[in-house]
């Protein structure tokens, strides 16, 4: 199974693997995909600097990207500690109860002194950008449409590829409009941010859309070699994959992460705003569940509903309790039984993509 | 392209098509395909007769199947007057409220003697499969679950298939621990009922719950022949299309639905519980949104929701203002952007599958 963008981006196959984990990425890129690494976590551009070093020692002349998250329009934005000022008491005190009754404990001292993840910030998201140009990255993808133009042409002098995610067709123009290499057509099943328009329907919308000026790479529902081949039969070039990189054995989850995504069908996730402030599709369990209460308060827009939920997010995922992980997954976790490792999960993508393709030919 | 739904149904293209129209049934079996013929508008055994008479005569020895709504367990119900009592008068007289500020106005004498849609109603449902019975329809469906048991030992004993819709593999496999000959996977993309689930995902998942015994149709998102070759790599043995055949010439669709349809894009649809009580894919207008009001009650269950908004349906639709129209139809209201009659559309589709098919063989 080859197309175009295995020349675009020196890979063997299309399929192309987003991840927080550089483990992960580093193994998507070693067997032949393209592994991106996903940015937002790292409030330190040092910290994203010295990863990424790990990384082009680890992968050697493999081709890997990075992926942040950038909104379209640069909001107002302050310190962390001014944003604080603007999170209203009762959401805080809705999160404390919340988390009371929930019976998730408070932090450690060693824990609580971390500042949660600042990455949503436009500043943060820019500092990631510049540390990339300084790596010999490949692609850089904004997980929120277009990137701002200075990015995309500094992107452009440093031989990079821009990659924006589309949830609808008009995204997809705007992103053509601004400059973007490949359009990321994701639809109402993926994980994290994500529209209300299903992949079946969307990804022939966006390929129409974009007239083949670009590639367009499927995301939302991608989990096995079959869902890759329709994809491909969609007009996809190639696929961007995510959840499923969470089931492998290079993903560091803790226990009861595991357990959770092991546990939870196609039908166990929600999209919510309570993650970002945006929709985004999550694990659904206790603490999304909570927030559908009647004296629950409306999510923040973001980056404040972040800000307000950062330090919930660290006491629920170190609470040890697999029914309050807070985690964005795609309904393809219905699919993960198993934990095995990156290089064994691309080769069976590879392997059920091809045996689907000459399936097929034989209906002809 | 051809499956071994070809095989079992006689058929030349392994595409069902679902409409409430019997001119639309009739060409869609006569260009090749299987059409199934929704019953739930009829709310006179006799006039089913008379227009399933019609239909035998028009395709001749050309197969053709019928589509029924009878919920798994049967709900406690009495005459419609009885019914109409449970409904609450805070009810009535948001609907009444609702149209007036709409600027609906009232039916005519001739058009306000009509009943309202009862095909909802159990007895209704059981009626209708008593008429098909007496007729050579080869398939008979449920919109909801499995027929009772002793529907299914009747269909079979007639010489029937027996088809159910799934959103969820559980209830896949509880389709083929009842008999079901044929499983619908319907993903959320699709118009009228539908689940949680995108197509992207739930349809290989239930080809794998059913593991081989009855062949899966793949329903939802369906509307272009690059569709149909995503379903079959999914896994599906054929397809089960119904919003598609509103954008033809053999619907006698108002002129304000036509264009109302015409001018949908695929974001312009909403799932919701206002049409039956049970969540259904609509067109998203004036009318849907009015429901999403602070002073809007809750939808009530099925079947008081229908018999609460069945008039208010005949006036929306008399009133020619297409932002108003009440219209199940799936995410694929998108590409419906012509009126054509349903034999192009259909060649249509089997040409950009067989293209898509060809397309797929050279990437290997």
Known sequence: MRTD????????VPIVGFSPSEHVVAAISKAGGLGVLGCVRFNDPGELDAVLTWLDHEVGDRPYGVDVVMPGRVPTEGTPSDLNELIPPGHRDFVERTLMRL???????????????????????????????THPARLIAN??????????EQAHAHGLQVAALAGRADHAR?????????????????????????????IPEIVDAVGGRVPVLAAGGIGSGRQIAAALALGARGVWMGSVWLGTAEYQATQALREALLKAGSGDTVRSRVYTGKPARLLRNRWTEAWNDAEAPRPLPMPLQNLLVSRAHDRLMASGDPSVVPMPVGQIVGRMNEVRPVAAVLADLVTEADETLARLAKLT
């Open 5 to 12: 963008l295995c020349d675009l981006f020196g890979i063997d």
């Open 143 to 152: 997980a929120l449409g277009p990137p701002p133009a200075d990015v995309i």
């Open 103 to 133: 019976g998730v404990p408070p932090l450690g001292v060693d824990e609580s002194s971390r500042a949660g993840v600042l990455g949503w910030l436009h500043s943060v998201a820019r500092s990631h950008v510049e540390v990339a140009l």
């Open 174 to 202: 705007s992103h053509l409009a601004a400059g973007v290499d490949v359009v990321v057509a994701q639809g109402y099943e993926a994980g994290g941010h994500t529209g209300e328009i299903g992949s079946m329907v969307l």
